[in-house]
Structure formats: C-alpha cells, structure tokens
C-alpha cells in the first residue's frame, strides 16, 4: 500500500526540530515526496524546552497557542493551494491532555482555524514527569500508574476533543511501566482504550517515530497492539511525526505494521476537514 498522507509533522515553532524545518520547507518535502494529503502542527504546550522545563512550569503554558498563530501566518504569506495544487494541507494541533486534573480535558481550549486534533499524554498522570524523564519505578508502582494512564486516556479520548490518539502506548512502552505488548496481561490493560478509540470515531495514530523510541522487546511486539485494534474496529491514521525534511512523508516501520497487522485501505483514517 503506497502511504501518500501524513498526518503529524511539527515546525521550528516546537523549539525541538531541526532548524530547518521551516514551515515552507515542510511543506516543499511534502511536495516533493508526493504526499496528496498533510497535516502540519505543533505542540501545545511546548515540550522539552528550557522555559517549559518542568511540569509545573509547563502547565502555566495551557490555553497558550501562539504556535498555531505563527504557523498560519507562514502559510497566508506562502499560499500553499497555488504553489503546490496537488497537496491537500490541514492545520493542526497535538494537544496534550491535562495531567493535573486527568479529567479528560485538553491543555488548549480555542481549537478555531484547526483542522485536525492530534490527542498526546506526554506526561505522566498527575504531571510528575515528563515521558522522556528517566523515571524508573518498582513494578507494582509501574502497574498502577500504568493503570492510571489508561483511565486517562480513555477519559480523554471520551471528551469528545481530539481527532487521532497520538503515538498509542509511548509512555507506557518507552518507560516500560508494562510488559511487552504481546503479553496478554499488556493487551488486556490497553483494550479499554482501543474500545473507546473505536467507539468515539477517533483514530489510532500509526507513528514512524515511535519506532525509534521503543525498547526492542516493545517495538517487535507493538504489531500485536495494532492488531488489537484493528481486532475492535478502530481506524489508523499515518504519521511520520517529522521534525526534519527529510523525514516528512517517510516510512519504514509503519508499512510493516499495515502489512502484519492486516490493514487495508478501508481501515485508514481520513479527515473530515
């Protein structure tokens, strides 16, 4: 199956991408990959910058979304339809939910001019940490919290806020707060989520860059997650989460899990927008 959409790329304005990844020259790597359909985005609040660089100061950021404003001023002064007339171009948001009050609400809510609501836990429950902290727990302690992230998420993804689950299981399989998803006791705790995925029209996230930030065991086994999902009905949106050029448009890992996992043309998400 050819993948010509991408649905999750991010901008100089996360403050993490690579410093050339303007927004025209995201838009000139989609082009020039021959995507027919892309989403371009950013973080809500930022994640990972100095200013931001702890929960607590993150969270003062919410309702903050001076990165939308400045990408669609990018795009008027570039007029995407008329320089590049066989790319459909969607504005977006990956919004994080609320790890203070895990009550399924978002950290932004002014979503006006955006197309696509990309859904994100980057934190732990109750905002303890950061996903990319080096948190290491006991395994009971790991369970629970496991089990709090997935009530969360289903709330968040009940709210009726958020278009595509992004990256599903990055938390809990990068910080290894569960077994490997192909442990029966792993799909078990993830089913409620996919349930509600499925029932809420929202998409599981097929992310290129997950690949690279899961332990072996827990990338080899993502597949049986994915079948798991296709297994309750849920549709997958594509996603290569470029913070680079080069890596808009570009997939590896994510065909294999289309081909192992069964999916069809049927089962991929398309925007409503």
């Not at 995507?35 to 100061?57: F, N």
């Not at 289903?154 to 806020?161: C, K, M, P």
């Not at 799909?187 to 995925?197: Q, R, S, V």
Request: hydrophobic share 45%.
């Amino acid at each position: 199956m050819q993948l010509t959409w991408d649905h999750h790329t991010h901008t100089i304005y996360c403050r993490h991408a690579h410093p050339e990844m303007t927004v025209e020259r995201n838009l000139a790597a989609a082009a020039a990959k021959g995507l027919t359909r892309h989403v371009i985005l950013e973080h809500v609040p930022e994640i990972g910058t100095a200013d931001h660089g702890t929960p607590e100061l993150w969270y003062k950021a919410k309702n903050e979304r001076w990165q939308l404003n400045v990408i669609a001023n990018d795009l008027a002064a570039i007029d995407p339809a008329a320089k590049y007339p066989n790319l459909k171009l969607l504005r977006g948001v990956e919004v994080d939910a609320d790890p203070f009050t895990m009550d399924g609400s978002a950290m932004l809510e002014d979503f006006s001019g955006i197309d696509v609501v990309v859904g994100s836990t980057h934190l732990f429950p109750g905002g303890t940490a950061f996903w990319f902290e080096k948190v290491v727990l006991p395994p009971e302690q790991a369970r629970r919290v496991a089990v709090q992230w997935r009530d969360w998420a289903v709330r968040f993804i009940r709210a009726g806020q958020i278009d595509v689950l992004a990256h599903p299981g990055d938390l809990a399989g990068a910080r290894q707060l569960v077994p490997p998803f192909h442990v029966p006791e792993t799909l078990a705790l993830f089913t409620p989520i996919l349930e509600a995925l499925a029932e809420c029209g929202v998409a599981f996230e097929l992310n290129e860059l997950l690949g690279t930030k899961l332990p072996p065991p827990y990338k080899a086994s993502y597949v049986e997650l994915v079948k798991r999902a296709k297994q309750v009905g849920c549709t997958f949106s594509v996603a290569s989460d470029a913070h680079s050029p080069v890596n808009v448009g570009r997939y590896e890992w994510v065909p294999l899990l289309i081909k192992e996992s069964g999916i069809g043309p049927a089962d991929l998400w398309e925007p409503e927008s």
